[in-house]
């Protein structure tokens, strides 16, 4: 990771900073696309193609059953306005989405479909409040895995369990957790599920993956339907709209190759090492990071309970409650924490001065490390605290 050349990077929950290989991979795209045009067109298509199958695999997906878009929003939108909705139905999510699983759903109101706002505090989202917010008319939930603002973790098993108890759907935007917690769509009977590659998977903006489940390949209307939504794609002597029978249907037309190749070599690196593994290096760090942070008097905001830390006496703890398990381990990548008579905009400001990279939300300061960093990496974060 080149950038530990110089800074203490912790902003993974926002834009991660790119592995070598990554980068190299991109450079080469250019300079061979400067040099060759399209002439190499087949071989770095092969290259977008294994990101495709790491991808699925990665989630317990089959390869048909992925699409290639952009970014998180578009894998959502083609769900939002591809589902059959029918005025009077209405889609249930926490209020404290981020606006990429909020905005799209709420744009469904010209269409007579209500999206209902289930309270939540610090991103602390409660089943039995999310359960209370369905009836008979809910065609599905949008959930995310991990929470933006405090790292809260979902249990994607109880999420589906609750929503097909009631007849809907789940959406799982698993942009942040996504490549650093175990996740199988599969056994966990999620339906849907979309997430950028800039985030934990290590790889450049504007290139992540969707997953359709394969029964629901046909429920969705193809919107942005293009030459590459055919299964004559590249034959343009045939005229028939005829379109291919996987997720690759909702792709429409030409991908920025360069970020998808980067995608997929980041992919390659992060699926190297089990996922399983990566989640225990990810928690162990998180779990010195919480306390380095409470001796220095920061109080965490994020959920640590395996490590017995008190949460905040205003927050309450979810209740269980869709077949969810007391025991999810509810704890993520992300830390989030004040420093009593800091504001959070002024640390961040006095870290990025040393090179130390950290973000602001929701009111508090947001820490993000990935399985790279180590204990010199706090090291230099503890010490901006004290200074």
């Known amino acids: 990771m080149p950038v530990c050349e110089r800074f203490a990077y912790f902003d993974h929950a926002g834009v991660s900073p790119l592995p070598r290989p990554t980068a190299d991979i991109i450079t080469a795209w250019a300079e061979d696309a400067a040099a060759s045009g399209n002439y190499n067109w087949r071989d770095w298509q092969r290259r977008l193609e294994d990101g495709r199958g790491l991808a699925a695999r990665l989630i317990g997906a089959a390869t048909d059953e992925i699409a290639l878009v952009r970014n998180t929003t578009e894998g959502i939108t083609i769900v939002a306005e591809g589902f059959p909705w029918r005025e009077g139905d209405n889609v249930v999510l926490p209020a404290c989405e981020f606006p990429s699983n909020r905005f799209p759903w709420q744009n469904l109101a010209s269409r007579g479909v209500e999206a209902r706002l289930v309270p939540c505090s610090e991103g602390r989202l409660d089943l039995a409040e999310l359960a209370k917010a369905c009836d008979r008319r809910t065609r599905m939930l949008a959930v995310s895995w991990v929470d933006y603002l405090t790292g809260w973790r979902n249990d994607p098993a109880a999420l589906a369990q609750l929503a097909h108890e009631r007849g809907a759907l789940l959406f799982l935007d698993a942009i942040q957790g996504l490549g650093i917690f175990p ?192 204990a010199s990496d706090f090291d230099r974060l503890i010490a901006v605290l004290q200074g």
Not at 243 to 249: C, G, S, T
Not at 304 to 321: D, H, N, Y
Not at 358 to 365: F, I, M, P, S, T
Request: with cysteine; net charge neutral; hydrophobic share 40%.
């Open 183 to 374: 996740l199988d769509v599969r056994a966990a009977g999620i339906d849907f599920l979309a997430s950028d590659g800039h985030k934990w998977l290590l790889g450049p903006e504007g290139a992540g993956v969707l997953y359709i489940r394969k029964e629901h390949l046909g429920l969705l209307r193809p919107i942005g339907v293009g030459w590459n939504s055919s299964v004559h794609a590249g034959d343009f002597t045939r005229p028939e709209m005829e379109l291919k029978p996987a997720a690759e249907r909702y792709e429409g037309g030409t991908f920025p190759v360069g970020t998808f190749v980067g995608l997929a070599e980041s992919l390659r690196l992060l699926t190297a090492m089990p996922t399983a593994a990566i989640a225990e290096r990810i928690l162990e760090l998180t779990d010195d990071l919480c306390e380095r942070l409470m001796r220095c008097g920061a109080q965490i905001v994020s959920q640590r309970a395996r490590m017995g830390f008190q949460l905040p006496a205003e927050a309450p703890r979810a209740r269980t409650g869709g077949g969810e398990s007391p025991s999810y381990d509810r704890r993520s990548g992300i830390v989030s924490f004040d420093l009593p008579g800091h504001d959070p905009a002024e640390i961040r400001a006095r870290c990025r001065s040393a090179g130390v990279i950290v973000n602001c939300r929701g009111g508090h300061v947001r820490v993000s490390p990935h399985v790279y960093n180590d």
